[in-house]
C-alpha cells in the first residue's frame, strides 16, 4: 500500500473535518413543520410565513448554483450579481492599496535608510497607526462627500501602515556587509538602492503587502455595509434587511474565498523573491 505525502495526508483530513461538519451542522438544523389550517386573518397577516432561520448547508449549496451560474446580472440598483458585487469591492480595495503602496515603499525605505527620518516620523506613526480605519470614514464622508472615495480613501489608510513599517524594517536590516561592497564599488545612492537594498529587503516588503491586503479585504466588507450602494459588504448587509440568511452565508463564504485568493497571489509573490543567504 503507498505511503501518502504529508499534502495528501493533510489534504485528506481537511475533506474529512469538511464532510463531518457539514453533516453535523445539516443534522442540527430542525426541519421545518408544516404549516397547518389557516384561518383567514392568519393567511392574510402572513402567518403561514416560514420563520426566518440559520439553513441548513443543503440551502447554501443550492443558493450558491442559483448565484453562481449568473454572477453579472444586473436588474437594478439593489439587484446585481454577486460577480459585479465583489468586482466593485477588488476595485475598491486595489485602488486604495495601490496608492498606500506608492506611499508606503518610498518612505519605508526613507525611514529604514535615515535615522533621523525615522526618529522624526516614528511619532507620528505610533499615533495614527492605532486608529480603526472606521473611525475615518465620517470625516471622509464629511471632506470628500463621495461615498465610494471615501470607502478608498479608508482602505488607502489601513493599508499604509504594514507596508510602511515592514519596508522600514527590511530597509534597516540589510547587512552592513552588502552595503559595504556597494560602496567598495562606488555604486551611486540610487543605485545601491535599487541593487543592493530591495532586492535584500524585499521578502519583508513583501510580507508587509501580503498583511496589508488582508487587512483592506477585512476592512471594504465592514466600510460597504456603512456606505452603502454597490460591494460584497452592502450584499451582505442588504440580504440581512431582507432577512435571507442563505444568502448571507453564502456571501460570507465568498468572502473568505475571494480574501484566500488574494492571500495566495501574495504568498506567491513571497515565495518568488525569497532568497537563501
Sequence with gaps: MPILSLNQRALLLSVVILVVGLLIWE???PAQQA???LTEYERLTGGGAAKAGVPPPSQVF?????ELSNPFYDAGPNDKGIGIQIGYSIYRVLTGYAMAALIAIPLGFLIGMSPVAYKALNPFIQVLRPISPLAWMPLALFIIQDSEASAIFVIFIC?????????AFGVAGVRQDWVNVARTHELGHFKTAFTVILP?????????MRISIGIAWLVIVAAEMLVGGTGIGYYVWNEWNNLDLTSVIFSILMIGIVGMMLDAAFASLQ????YVE
Design 27 to 29: 443534522a442540527a438544523i
Design 35 to 37: 404549516v397547518g389550517e
Design 62 to 66: 443550492v443558493k450558491a448554483w442559483e
Design 159 to 167: 493599508s499604509i501602515w504594514p507596508m510602511l513599517i515592514n519596508t
Design 200 to 208: 535584500a529587503a524585499a521578502p519583508t516588503i513583501v510580507t508587509g
Design 271 to 274: 515565495r518568488a523573491v525569497a
